[in-house]
């Protein structure tokens, strides 16, 4: 089946660009890299991609395009910030067409609302795949300069107590590697170039925001992928565990080949016995740690903050592996402290933490996780929902959600002076909320919303 995505693009001049394709992450690539020179956007770049809406109809893609393209700025941006109007057009869209297709929305939700069926061994799904990259350029060579926007925040609170808090929108650096994801993987594909590697191995949870990342970017880079996914069940029958999980359809879409490992030797998988068992089967491969965090990652990392982020008393981050914060501390000014939100329970962190940067004592850490990794209650979905509402930023509930809540709460209880300029960083991670929002359906709760 066909995709077909209207999407927006904002021009270095802030003009709002709209258009129309068959695949968004490569025509994004060929607008920002100005293959043609005739191109409206040749001149205005740098771009960024600020909205795109996936259909699976071409006349309901084509009449959503003309209807947005004739908006002003202010209401392209609305769309883009929180699906103003969004709902009332795609109704019309649907009257439009008599198809019976269905009109699906953003990224985190593509897999789960779309009625497709994917056939495991299907040469049209691997053609799918083999052709997302057509023209597979290298995104990060054009991204090499790239700067994410520092967005305030507005609420009540910050106002109250006299701090204000920006979140850096790295979430929003690119539709599939997006956050710290472009950070770690940046200087590990460079490197897999350098050492002539055609195979990049990783590891991850069937939800992994870094799995789907190596997977798109592994294909925009001409590399082959392989994911070591914890769960031998999940590989029992693959088109079900596919239909069933955006993560891993979004890689096998991106040509990723997935390997299902149990719980037992997944916790083994750093051991000599596994990885010459991954070698006998795979070849020769570049390998990305679990969550990619590396001496590489680090580096990657240490490009989020610029000279124009100075300005700021606090920087705060989400902790997984603890990869990005360690870039963070490498690079922050002296002024500066970092803040760490684990998304997981336990101390081991703190020691991860020192053997990626130098010694430097201008950090700590915040507990806020909820319970420990993936865990949540019915107070973080409604926070989560509630932020959107009053500042139409989406956070996920694994880490920028729990961060997020944490930075609040201390605001609250007066951690920080008055006076304070927080920045946080939005690490992305929202491709996971459609495998959370199954999770929390089943249970009968309430769901993360999208807009
Ligand atoms: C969205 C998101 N934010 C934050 C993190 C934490 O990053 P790190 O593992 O580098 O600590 C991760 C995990 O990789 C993530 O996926």
Redesign the pocket.
Known sequence: MKLYYVYILECNDKFLYTGITNNVARRFNEHQQGLNESCFTYKRRPLELIFYQEFNDVEQAIFFEKKIKKWSRGKKLALANSGFDKLQILSECKNKSYSKNQIVSRLSLRAESRSQKINQNSEKELGLSQNFGIARPDIFSFQETLVSKNQQIQLPILEEKKVALFLKREDVIHPFVS???FR?LKYNLQEAKRQQKKNLLTFGGAF???IVATAVAGNLNNFKTVGIIRGEELGIDLEKTLENNATLKEAHRNGMTFEFVSRVAYKNKSSEEFSNQLKEKFGDFYLIPE???NDF?IKG?EEILTSEDSKFDYIC??????????GLINSAKEHQKVVGFP?LKGDFLKDEIKKFTTKRENWHLEQYHFGGYAKYNEELIRFINSFLEETTVLL?P???GKMMFGILDLIRKDHFPKNSKILAIH???IQ?IAGFNQKLKKKNQQVIHLK
């Open positions: 956050g710290n994801k770690k992994s925001n870094h969550g990619g965090t990652a990392c981050c989400a902790i997984g592996t603890g990869g990005t914060i360690s998304a996920d694994i880490y920028t690490t992305g991670g996971g």
